[in-house]
């Protein structure tokens, strides 16, 4: 028989963020596909009360958690530490977990400790005759297999957008404690801090509606022979602030920032789409000036709209990567787009 | 603090991304159609580690990259033709399947033996680099295998930036989620970074490198011993192709001005 722990921790300020909410609706119903498999909650962070009182009504049988100051910071040795201590005292034999960085990162060490297994980006778990099945892409989201696997502890850790977050009003919850063993070697490595642009450069919103990617074109000399950079970029920015959609990029745009050429000052790896970018999730997507090649477009897996304007009307968005293509002048259509949003404002 | 590092690159070899990928069931478990045949590079954000591991190089006189690849060996010699250009490294090949449908445990056992088995590591100057994810399992989990196997601590993933401060500590930039970087400090070697794209820009071919690789790349090859992967855990169900295939509609009759009111119109619907 299976037993389960949801692995989660805090953020920063004590919270549970979304990912963490939607694990615990998928080792939710995991249990209950399972038949009569039970749910542990366990906890990593500096203290757990507070994020252990907003789940309390679950439905879990345990909270387990692993507290303290040098828990509260995401580093690989003591996050490795934690997990490995709270999959221990649940005996769980699965071990579901949000695709958040902290997680990504101890995922595979962790089953590696304990004798078990570990398979991340999970975008589905079935069970079928009371085994558990789960589904997950393959090179860069071109195929999808269903796998299973025999080894226990089995980290399954899933990525958000798949599920809905755990809904419920707070209670009380009685969390208990589990010790930490780190060594002085686990102290090596010191978290400093979070680097980000300020809030109102942030141009990578996971939340949005909307992704908006913008391609090399951009930066290319116009039908007049000249490039027009600020002027793309005065139009993308403007874009940005009035639908607060989130910047992507083609990888030939981003290395072109790489190579020190005049381009968009915003656009970093950060935003880059694709085999060796981001494949986020988004109810809709908006390419301008990107060919859509497959390297580029596999990120685009998980976007369920798509339309994009390209001058070239061969370009791969015509090969039925996108819902419509307008064959255009991206800069004549944005400068209309934004009028446009603007009067709707 | 100058320490002369022993950098071992882990990178696979994938499908060219621009080639057709198809599945099939082969006795093993699943493949690509014609895996053989595909033109193959090796893997993008593993190619981004080796690149930092040479600009780390450069920086800290008498180091030495090791490139540790698990792949076909006949289609790895093909990839080192142009590999072989960009850094000076030793090749160490383990001859086995590149699938991404291979284990990541058992991957990570047969390149940390192969780690291991270099004369001469020293875990004091040794610094496990590679790509944080495939192009093709796209798990993480390869690394952190490794890295647990060579009772390494120390790890990094989605790792952008690496400094080397005047005390031999590193400053590392990893990548978290909502577009942000971790800032880490860490004592120095050993240690484990899983490189995202970093910052360099791909360095231009130089044949005197290649050359000289070349010199130690073929013997590798001839040497490489066989992968014994083993993954009796895993067990694969389907393997499928995605089924939704668009029907484009092209539109290059309208002016910009009724583009832009449908487009207007698409995005405020909810």
Redesign the interface.
């Known amino acids: 028989m299976e037993s389960i722990l949801c692995l989660l921790h805090t953020e920063s300020n004590g919270a549970l ?1 979304r ?1 963490a909410l939607e694990a615990l609706t998928a080792a939710k119903t995991l249990a209950a596909d399972l038949g009569d498999a039970m749910v542990d909650v366990g906890l990593i962070g500096a203290d757990v009360q507070a994020a252990a009182d907003v789940i309390a009504p679950c439905g879990a049988r345990r909270f387990l958690g692993a507290a303290g100051p040098e828990l509260g910071e ?4 003591t996050d ?1 530490a934690a997990a490995e201590a709270l999959i221990r005292a649940s005996g769980a034999t699965l071990v579901v977990a949000p695709q ?3 997680v ?6 962790v ?3 304990l004798g078990g ?5 999970i975008t589905g778990l079935q069970v079928e005759k009371g085994a558990l ?1 789960i589904a997950r ?4 989201q ?10 226990r502890p089995w980290i399954l850790v899933v990525d958000s957008g798949c599920v809905k977050p755990w809904e419920g009003a707070p209670g009380k919850a009685r969390v208990e404690p589990v010790s930490v063993e780190l060594t002085e ?2 102290r ?10 300020p809030a109102d450069e ?5 939340e949005a ?2 992704l908006f990617v913008a391609g090399a074109g951009w930066t290319k000399k116009q039908a007049d022979g000249h490039t027009h950079v600020p002027d793309a970029e005065k139009l993308i920015l403007e874009f940005l602030k009035r ?1 607060q959609a989130s910047l992507g990029g083609s990888k030939s745009l ?2 072109i920032s ?2 020190g050429q005049a381009v968009l000052h915003f656009m970093t ?4 789409i694709g ?3 981001a494949t986020p999730r988004h109810p ?1 997507g ?1 390419a301008t000036c990107c060919h859509g ?3 580029h477009t ?1 990120g685009w ?1 998980f976007v369920n ?3 994009a ?1 390209n001058r070239d ?1 061969s370009c791969g ?13 991206a800069f ?3 400068e ?2 934004n ?3 603007a009067k ?1 404002d | 603090m100058s320490v002369q590092y022993q950098i071992f690159v882990c990178g696979g070899i ?2 060219d ?2 080639q057709t ?1 198809d ?1 099939v069931t082969a006795p093993a478990g ?1 493949a ?1 159609k014609n895996e053989m045949m595909l033109p193959a590079v090796l893997d ?2 593993a190619w ?1 580690a080796l690149f930092e591991a040479a600009r780390l190089a450069r920086s800290s006189p008498g180091s030495k990259i090791y490139l540790v690849s698990l792949a076909p060996k006949a289609k790895l010699q093909q990839v080192m033709m142009s590999v072989a250009q960009k850094a000076v490294f030793d090749l160490v090949v383990i001859d086995g399947p590149a699938s ?2 291979t ?3 058992a991957v ?1 056992a047969a390149l940390s033996e192969a780690i291991q088995s270099v004369p001469g590591l020293d875990m004091n100057r040794l610094l496990v680099f590679g790509g944080w994810e495939s ?11 490794v ?3 060579l009772g390494i ?6 790792v ?1 930036d690496l400094r080397i401060e005047s005390d031999g500590s590193f ?1 590392i ?16 070697a050993p240690a484990v970074l899983g490189w ?7 360095p231009p071919n130089n044949p005197q490198i290649g050359m000289t690789n070349m010199r130690g790349i073929m013997p590798a090859l001839q040497k490489a011993r066989p992968a014994k992967l083993n993954a ?11 089924k939704q ?8 009759k ?1 002016s ?2 009724e ?6 119109e ?3 619907k ?1």
Not at chain 1, 104 to 109: D, E, H, L, S, Y
Not at chain 2, 245 to 252: A, K
């Open positions: 963020a990912p995401p580093r690989y040795a490795a958040t960085s902290r990504a990162r101890v995922a595979g060490g089953a590696r400790r297994s570990a398979d991340t980006h099945k892409w393959y090179y860069r071109r195929m999808e297999a269903t796998l299973s696997r025999l080894k070697a686990a090596r490595s010191r978290f400093l801090g979070v680097q980000e642009p942030q141009t990578i919103r996971p509606e909307l639908t981003v290395d790489g190579e790896h950060l935003n880059q085999q060796t970018g809709k908006l090649e497959e390297p596999v897996r709209e798509r339309r304007v009307p968005w015509a090969r039925g990567k996108a819902d419509v293509l307008y064959v255009a002048d004549e259509v944005m209309k787009v009028a446009l949003l709707q | 994938v499908p991304p621009l990928l599945p699943p690509l993008p954000f981004h991404g449908f284990d990541s445990n990570a192009a093709s399992r796209g798990s993480g989990t390869t690394l952190q295998a890295g647990e196997i601590t120390d790890q990094f993933q989605g952008d400053r930039l990893e990548r978290i989620d909502g577009g942000k970087h971790q800032v880490s400090t860490c004592a120095g995202a794209t970093g910052n360099l820009p791909e009796q855990d895993l067990s694969y169900t389907s393997v499928t192709l995605p295939q668009r029907e484009t509609r092209v539109v290059d309208l910009a001005e583009i832009a009111r449908e487009i207007a698409w995005i405020k909810s």
